[in-house]
């Protein structure tokens, strides 16, 4: 059984007497403890600016050609906190439960709690830092509503929340550059994780620019690299996202968890075509105006704006009265694909429902929507040539946001010492579930309010560890094996590209461990992703150079996915209930509802590699819920 | 649809390009200009050649990270758009299209349309920033922003540091860039603190980077995917002025 070394004490306190016990480290002292922060969205940004500002030396690694291009500068909706401006009931503790029972009760009560007490500081920070967050007339912050909750907790810059956020935190980042404190190291890719004594000592990277491979060492390593949602090669992420650094920690001993947690987005534009690179998503605000719809009738030829009213099933509506259209994203999701695939879809794949705001542009004129959504609305017109505000917008729900991910404790370490996982590449705060508006503030209080304090606090045991260089054994081993990989790759003689590859994976993963599962699906998905891997070390195709090679780059990534996506079928198969994102089609209600199995399956699943085509084994992290109470999630 | 490509090829930094011709045929209205050109590598596999090396991450127009010349425009021939947003729906059957990389003396090609943008990140350091360290911030009502405040800082901030601006600037200005910057914080009561100092390190790194300067020409607003005004130069200008004017 695996210690999330909770602190003690009433879950109100708890932070507060980690902060107060926890180890300090002489200012004169940091100077000679390096830190290697991997990744620089708003998680490795944030906290690579922090830990620099405290006085330790940071390299920052990234593969974009920029820091500020990290995929956090994506996100649109908002950032989640609890401050109650709206005098609408909120509170630390209600933001605490929303999440906990957003996330089906699958997280942690006090990883959650501290997410929702530190979400204060946050916005505090980001206003100091000039994140243009939205104002009223009177010159207070504005809030808006996302899905799972009935406060207005969501502060939001248009729909670029993300950029604005992501922006702060880079130019926090630029700042320590500056100052000397930070050396940023970008498009870079770490491919392997040198451990020495057990411990995570630095890492083996590729420069990309040059191909030249390079060792870095470190007293801590933070890997902050984001999600891998891109594992079903269609989804809402960039396409450089992958989970490479996660997955090669993971081989090197660090634990894996909730690894099919992965949200599918209700609001994201339908695939139409069969060489598309990327479903783009549509931020969940929308919601708060736009109303979904389908046709009554299956198989509907009609477009949507010759459908009248009383033939339209507003079914989130109709089946989530509470909630209705901001009923969370894996309810609404999975509502979508039941309309769906009872031929009730629309679009000319019949894979999409409307969204629909003529009745808000009714209410409030095309003026007040324009402001609120405007560059959504631009959005969708560049892609779909369509004007939503004439004629609703198509959606389809769509791989999105990955819950699992690296095991870590409250500390957010690894299983392996001094190797921390901050923001999307950990499994922590989300449960099965993430509620909209949490990812950013997950992120940014990580990298901001969390990491700063845990990784001194392991720093300090670690001052007086021995000295080591790149010369050790480890690092040459480490750099021989990506050779290896790399090499391997170039020799290959094969006929398929690694994006062919990436999209059969994909497809498989979509249909047999994607919306919704069963034993069946994810035993043969087990087997086939076996036979794609075989295929894959044989007839891959990569031409080019060591140089600058994007198809050598996507090699490496692929090759991950693939062995990834072995782990997400076996944690999914492992899980029988229904939870979250996770629907097993066994565990259901007669009338379609998730039914999770607190008996048997409260606990966080924590895998550890066991070598290529070996079952990995399961350990588990029991959750104990001392404050709530499980209770059936219900958003009717 | 069938498209004619003269794609511009360079194999590193120092050696010398040129433009290849390609035939691609299938193409499809519906797909990006970046899809289409992942339709060519994909038969540039095939045939055992190597890849077109192209920037672009986020493809949905707001990372930053795509940008070429197409036909001589940054990003293609739509307003206000990303290379990844701009969809063959904008292209003719049979028509030839030009492909070549952002050209600018600060910003070398890396090899074929990828480029080296780090000059941005150099201007960004030298001042584009508030000093905030993390931990002490007052509570954010405490400082009020009136509405309007907020949305002109928000109209700046917006910039997604692409580079169209330099790459469509006959003089490879980043004057659009760097004041883009200096308006977003300039505007705010947080950022005036710091203003004075901001503009003239940052227009100083600006100049050091090789980029050109400004002229008037208003090119980089028409080509802009974000359609940053050039009103911020003017305000860049004055704060320029008004820094060395009260210098002590």
């Known amino acids: 059984m695996i210690d999330a070394k909770i602190p003690a004490g009433d879950l109100a306190d708890k932070w507060n007497n980690y902060k107060d016990s926890s180890k300090l480290i002489n200012p004169a002292n940091r100077k000679k403890l390096d830190i290697i922060v991997v990744g620089t969205g708003l998680a490795g940004s944030s906290c690579a600016a922090t830990l620099a500002e405290q006085g330790y030396n940071v390299n920052s690694f990234c593969f974009q050609d920029s820091a500020r291009r990290a995929h956090s500068v994506a996100a649109q909706g908002g950032v989640n906190a609890a401050k109650n401006y709206k005098n609408d009931g909120d509170s630390v503790y209600r933001m605490f439960y929303d999440t906990i029972k957003g996330g089906d009760f699958r997280s942690r009560e006090a990883n959650v709690y501290r997410l929702a007490e530190c979400s204060l500081s946050l916005i505090d920070q980001a206003v100091a830092q000039g994140v243009p967050f939205a104002r009223e007339y009177g010159g207070y912050l504005n ?153 009554k009738k299956a198989g509907d030829e009609r477009v949507p704006n010759d459908i009248p009213e009383e033939e339209r099933d507003y079914y989130l509506e109709r089946r989530y009265p509470t909630f209705g259209n901001l009923s969370p994203r894996d309810i609404s999701s999975r509502a979508a694909k039941e309309r769906i695939d009872a031929g009730c879809g629309v679009g000319p794949m019949k894979n999409a429902v409307c969204l629909d705001f003529s009745k808000a542009i009714r209410e409030q004129g095309r003026d007040k929507i324009e402001e609120k959504y405007g560059n959504l609305f631009k959005m969708y017109d560049k892609i779909n040539g369509v004007n939503a505000y004439k004629e609703p917008m198509l959606i389809s729900p769509a791989a999105h946001f990955t819950m699992g991910g690296l095991w870590v404790d409250y500390d957010l370490m690894t299983t392996i010492p001094g190797l921390f996982a901050l923001g999307e590449a950990n499994f922590s705060d989300h449960g099965a579930n993430r509620l909209g508006a949490n990812s950013l503030l997950q992120s940014c209080v990580d990298g901001y309010f969390i990491a700063p304090y845990t990784i001194p606090n392991y720093l300090s045991r670690e001052l007086k560890s021995e000295k080591v260089t790149t010369d050790h054994p480890a690092f040459i081993d480490a750099e021989n094996n990506v050779r290896e990989q790399l090499n391997r790759f170039l020799n290959l003689k094969g006929h398929l590209s690694a994006d062919h590859f990436h999209k059969t994976l994909g497809k498989l993963l979509y249909d047999k461990c994607g919306l919704s599962r069963t034993r069946k699906s994810l035993e043969e998905a087990i087997v086939e992703i076996r036979s794609l891997k075989k295929s894959f070390d044989h007839e891959l195709k990569i031409t080019g150079d060591d140089g600058v090679n994007s198809e050598l780059e996507k090699a490496g990534r692929v090759s991950d996915f693939l062995e990834l996506g072995e782990l997400m079928c076996h944690d999914a198969l492992q899980r029988e209930e229904s939870c979250g994102a996770h629907f097993r089609e066994e565990y259901q209600t007669p009338d379609g509802e998730a039914v999770r199995n607190d008996q048997d399956f409260c606990y966080v699943s924590a895998w550890e590699w066991k070598g290529e085509a070996v079952e990995p084994e399961l350990h588990k992290e029991p959750l104990v819920f001392e404050t709530v109470k499980l209770t059936v999630r219900s958003y009717k | 649809m069938k498209l004619y490509l003269k794609v511009w090829r360079q194999e590193h930094r120092d050696s010398k390009g040129g433009m290849i011709s390609y035939e691609v045929d299938g193409i499809s209205e519906h797909m990006s200009f970046l899809e289409m050109l992942d339709l060519l590598n994909e038969r540039l596999i095939q045939k055992g050649e190597r890849v077109i090396e192209f920037d672009h991450d986020c493809r949905e127009g707001i990372c930053g990270a795509c940008g070429m010349m197409i036909n001589g425009r940054a990003h293609g021939p739509l307003t206000g758009t990303t290379t990844c947003q701009l969809h063959m729906r904008s292209f003719k059957d049979g028509e030839t299209v030009y492909i070549e990389p952002f050209r600018a003396a600060a910003f070398p090609v890396l090899r074929d349309l990828k480029i080296d943008r780090s000059a941005f990140d150099r201007i960004i350091q030298s001042g584009g920033y508030i000093s905030a360290s993390t931990g002490q911030a007052p509570e954010s009502n405490s400082i009020l922003i009136s509405h309007e405040v907020t949305e002109a800082a928000f109209d700046a901030a917006a910039c997604i540091g692409c580079g169209a601006c330099v790459a469509t600037c006959k003089n490879s200005s980043a004057a659009l860039f760097t004041s883009a910057k200096i308006s977003h914080l300039v505007l705010l009561p947080q950022g005036k603190l710091e203003a004075a100092d901001r503009v003239i390190k940052m227009v100083g790194q600006m100049d050091a980077q090789g980029f050109g300067h400004c002229s008037n020409t208003e090119a980089c607003e028409v080509e802009c995917p974000q359609e940053i005004s050039v009103l911020h130069i003017g305000r860049m200008n004055y704060e320029y002025n008004k820094a060395l004017a009260l210098r002590k």
Request: contains cysteine.
């Open chain 1, 143 to 295: 809030n808006r509503s996302f899905g799972g909750v009935q406060v207005s907790r969501t502060f939001y810059a248009r729909g670029q929340t993300g950029q604005q956020l992501m922006i702060g935190a880079y130019q926090a980042l630029m700042r320590q550059v500056s100052a000397g404190k930070v050396k940023t190291y970008t498009r870079h890719e770490m491919l392997d994780l040198v451990l020495i004594d057990g411990k995570a000592r630095g890492i083996i990277a590729r420069n990309l620019e040059t191909g030249e491979i390079e060792r870095h060492v470190a007293n801590a390593v933070v890997l902050a690299t984001g999600g891998y949602g891109k594992v079903y090669y269609l989804s809402t992420l960039a396409m450089g996202c992958n989970s490479s650094a996660i997955w090669r920690a993971h081989k090197k001993g660090a634990f894996m968890s909730g690894v099919s947690w992965i949200q599918f987005h209700p609001t994201c534009l339908p695939q139409i075509g069969e060489t598309q690179s990327k479903l783009t998503l549509m931020s969940e605000s929308l919601r708060n105006d736009g109303r979904i719809w389908v046709p």
